[in-house]
């Protein structure tokens, strides 16, 4: 069983250096606003299509920074380097949104959002997309394959402007971006699909225009989750991306 309301709101997460104090909004997250979530113990992500389609505002994925918020109030925009993405529902646990000292629940449109907003797959509830999420990070960077701490640390250097909470933007070659990259346009975030870009907002995904062919993009996706696109992972992408 999945939550009972739509997320509170959502932000693009680049372009601050704020915590967004007060506010319900956080780096591609979406809040709920109350109630409560049946997921997994660590972190957990988001409902199914079908219920989407019922409940405009639910998203594929939650996902966990640590405690951010105090009372019904976010206080910071993270608490650790440990940024995941976790499955809806995980062994039929149940938590509470704004739980005192509990981290905090975040949701994700798709799994393509939750890569540009920095996280990667649990290692618990997602066990078989952290092992792929792995496997596609060596086959492209050519480590030995990678602890959730070495990932982690790596992704926080790469999604975070040292000792600010702003967003770090990465030029890349427009013809070397794999599906699934997001990208920062002047009006708005957009994901890379085939020869397409296709817009994002917090009502999902609208305006497709063609990919440039030439020059560099502005990417918002951690430089290690676009190898790890480039190398095939098999990131999920809402078919709202496709029809719009």
């Not at 509170?8 to 506010?23: E, I, K």
């Not at 149940?94 to 920095?118: C, I, K």
């Not at 997001?182 to 009502?203: H, N």
């Amino acid at each position: 069983m999945s939550p009972k309301r739509s997320c509170a709101g959502a932000a693009l997460g680049y372009g601050s250096d704020r915590a967004d104090r007060g506010s319900p909004t956080l780096a591609f997250g979406r809040l709920r606003a109350s109630g409560s979530v049946r997921a997994g113990k660590p972190s957990r992500l988001r409902s199914s299509r079908a219920d989407r389609s019922r409940r405009p505002g639910r998203g594929a994925w939650t996902g966990n920074r640590g405690i951010l918020h105090r009372g019904r109030e976010i206080v910071r925009f993270h608490a650790h380097e440990h940024w995941i993405t976790c499955a809806l529902r995980f062994k039929d646990r149940w938590h509470e949104q704004w739980r005192p000292h509990h981290f905090t629940w975040l949701y994700f449109h798709d799994e393509a959002v939750s890569f540009a907003a920095g996280h990667r797959p649990c290692a618990e509830c997602r066990r078989a997309a952290y092992n792929a999420y792995r496997e596609a990070w060596v086959a492209v960077l050519g480590a030995t394959l990678p602890s959730a701490k070495t990932i982690d640390h790596q992704l926080h250097a790469e999604r975070i402007v040292r000792g600010t909470h702003r967003r770090r933007m990465h030029p890349m070659a427009w013809q070397e971006l794999p599906d699934g990259a997001f990208v920062a346009l002047e009006s708005g975030p957009a994901v890379v699909l085939d020869a397409t870009l296709v817009t994002w907002t917090v009502d999902g995904y609208g305006e497709r225009s063609g990919r440039p062919s030439r020059g560099e993009a502005a990417v918002i996706t951690p430089p290690s989750s676009v190898a790890a696109l480039r190398a095939g992972y098999p990131v999920q992408i809402d078919n709202g991306a496709r029809l719009a």
